[in-house]
T-cell receptor, first 113, second 111 residues
Framework: EAGVAQSPRYKIIEKRQSVAFWCNPI?????LYWYQQILGQGPKLLIQ????????DSQLPKDRFSAERLKGVDSTLKIQPAKLEDSAVYLC???????????FGPGTRLTVT | GDSVTQMEGPVTLSEEAFLTINCTYT??????LFWYVQYPGEGLQLLLK?????DKGSNKGFEATYRKETTSFHLEKGSVQVSDSAVYFC??????????FGRGTSLIVHP
């Protein structure tokens, strides 16, 4: 069974530029999560989707971050414009509907200079 | 809101030593509790879980017991190996169904 796929694995941008991350969850997993993991900290949930609907986005900085999951499968997280403090690893995870067990992708390491 | 507090690392042990990584939580209701592990260069993966008070989760020689009276879910292993070197994250999912993770504890096991 293929795992959660994410791309790119690494990205370096300058502040005020925009960036997008892509995630393809495990087939059949209705729930998709995006996390931000700053160095030395645990993952912080940014947004959670159930199929193509948003379950929670209370910790998403909506002035600069956006995410979509239009067809209920893969998802894109965008940052525009980026700030230095956005440097982090962005993790995508998925789970079966009704299950709390999450499967994580390898993450995208973002460096904002 | 919900929160998870883990002991700070790194925890450095010799092979075959006993391991305890402390985890306490604050949550409303009756959360599910998890330990995830991140091996070097890999993504997070579930190590074990417990969904109700007094449940014991176990996997790969690791154990953790859901203690509601002390709001704790400490991770233990009787004899660690070099291959257990990783970062361990305690996490919970409470009534809001929003996952909350601790900061992670790095474990280094020397031969």
């Amino acid at each position: 069974e293929a795992g959660v796929a994410q791309s790119p694995r690494y990205k370096i941008i300058e502040k005020r530029q925009s960036v997008a991350f892509w995630c393809n969850p495990i087939s059949g997993h209705a729930t998709l999560y995006w996390y931000q993991q700053i160095l030395g900290q645990g993952p912080k949930l940014l947004i959670q989707f159930q199929n193509n609907g948003v379950v929670d986005d209370s910790q998403l900085p909506k002035d600069r971050f956006s995410a979509e999951r239009l067809k209920g499968v893969d998802s894109t997280l965008k940052i525009q414009p980026a700030k230095l403090e956005d440097s982090a690893v962005y993790l995508c995870a998925s789970s079966l509907s009704g299950s709390s067990v999450q499967y994580f992708g390898p993450g995208t390491r973002l460096t904002v200079t | 809101g919900d929160s998870v507090t883990q002991m700070e690392g790194p925890v450095t042990l010799s092979e075959e030593a006993f391991l305890t990584i402390n985890c306490t939580y604050t949550a409303t209701g009756y959360p599910s509790l998890f330990w995830y592990v991140q091996y070097p260069g890999e993504g997070l993966q579930l190590l074990l879980k417990a969904t109700k008070a007094d449940d014991k989760g176990s996997n790969k020689g690791f154990e953790a017991t859901y203690r509601k009276e002390t709001t704790s879910f400490h991770l233990e292993k009787g004899s660690v190996q070099v291959s257990d070197s990783a970062v361990y994250f305690c996490a919970l999912e409470g009534g809001s169904y929003i996952p909350t993770f601790g900061r992670g504890t790095s474990l280094i096991v020397h031969p």
